[in-house]
């Protein structure tokens, strides 16, 4: 065996175990984005479960809930 072969069976070598790591690579960047994106969504449902509110709260006794409109005057909205 020369060197010649040596040096033909060590690129072949090194083409391979490149390839095979941007294979792994691939499969590894694949795999995180499943995973954080599975996060993403449960953390999204779990947040959303207590804000949500199914029905109207009943105002303090003795008052109602009213929506009321602002009135603003452009006297008030001024720069100083």
């Given at each position: 065996m020369n060197i010649q072969q040596l040096?033909?069976?060590a690129?072949?070598?090194?083409?391979?175990?490149a390839a095979v790591g941007v294979i792994v690579l691939i499969l590894l960047f694949w795999a995180t984005y499943?995973?954080?994106?599975?996060?993403?969504?449960?953390?999204?449902?779990e947040a959303g479960e207590g804000r949500r509110a199914q029905s109207k709260p009943?105002?303090?006794t003795g008052y109602r809930w009213a929506l009321v409109k602002d009135e603003t005057t452009g006297q008030d909205i001024h720069a100083d």
């Open positions: 040096e033909q069976m690129m072949r070598a090194l083409i391979f175990e499943y995973v954080i994106k599975a996060g993403v969504r449960d953390g999204i449902r009943t105002a303090p």
